[in-house]
């Protein structure tokens, strides 16, 4: 079956820029994360969604950074007034319904440039 | 909150050479723990997790784990490894508070080099 994708693949975006960040999760899974991956470093955590509870957004680094997810589908990062250490490698992944054994599945990723 | 350490930025090994890549954790209790693969070019595979139960887990690409409590470890070993292995690999961990739905914490990564 069809697996978590993102779009685009590759964003260049100028300083100051907003940019808009797409990911469509595994049908039927109900659990939605974005993950940031900055050059040679690992994963950090964004932001949670889960059916519809409030998300979790502990890992949102700014006020600048915003997401949504509309139902139990698509979700939309945010970021507004795009600075350069915002470049990034920014990762989808979804997983079923908490309670039982889960993992995880992750998207190919945005690679985001700011100039 | 959980952290993970990876304390090897770079391993190179030999073609058919056996590989161990460390990772320890920090937390107050038994985390869920995961082992991840990002290839040149890839999204993250998932290589083995473990919840509970046996420490020693079987993973896909004939990779394995061992979970040992008291070292607060959960190293990655193959026991010969094959060019196609060459890639970044990373160590995560989530709490099982929850039912570990939380977002995953990781490691820094260690990129593995094969040696022909």
């Known amino acids: 079956g069809a697996g978590v994708s993102q779009s685009p693949s590759n964003k260049v975006t100028e300083k100051g820029k907003d940019v808009e960040l797409r990911c469509d999760p595994i049908?039927?899974?109900?659990?939605l994360y974005w993950y940031r991956q900055r050059l040679g470093q690992g994963l950090e955590f964004l932001i949670y969604?889960?059916?519809?509870?409030?998300?979790?957004k502990s890992g949102l680094p700014s006020d600048r950074f915003s997401a949504e997810r509309t139902g139990e589908s698509v979700s939309t990062l945010t970021i507004q007034r795009t600075q350069q250490e915002d470049s990034a490698v920014y990762l989808c992944?979804?997983?079923?319904?908490?309670?039982?054994?889960?993992?995880?599945?992750f998207g190919p990723g945005t690679r985001l440039t700011v100039t | 909150a959980q952290s993970v350490t990876q304390p090897d930025i770079h391993i190179t090994v030999s073609e058919g050479a056996s590989l161990e890549l460390r990772c320890n954790y920090s937390?107050?209790?038994?985390?869920?723990l995961f082992w991840y693969v990002q290839s040149p070019g890839q999204g993250l595979q998932l290589l083995l997790k473990?919840?509970?139960?046996?420490?020693l887990v079987q993973g896909i690409k004939g990779f394995e784990a061992e979970f040992k409590r008291s070292q607060s470890s959960f190293n990655l070993r193959k026991p010969s490894v094959h060019w196609s292995d060459a890639a970044e690999y990373f160590c995560?961990?989530?709490?099982?508070?929850?039912?570990?739905?939380?977002?995953?914490?990781f490691g820094k990564g260690t990129h593995l080099i094969i040696q022909p």
């Open positions: 937390y107050g209790a038994t985390p869920y």
């Open positions: 992944a979804s997983s079923s319904l908490p309670g039982t054994v889960y993992e995880q599945y």
């Open positions: 995560a961990v989530v709490a099982n508070s929850g039912g570990g739905a939380d977002g995953l914490t």
């Open positions: 473990y919840f509970s139960g046996d420490t």
């Open positions: 969604f889960q059916g519809n509870s409030a998300p979790d």
């Open positions: 049908s039927g899974h109900t659990a």
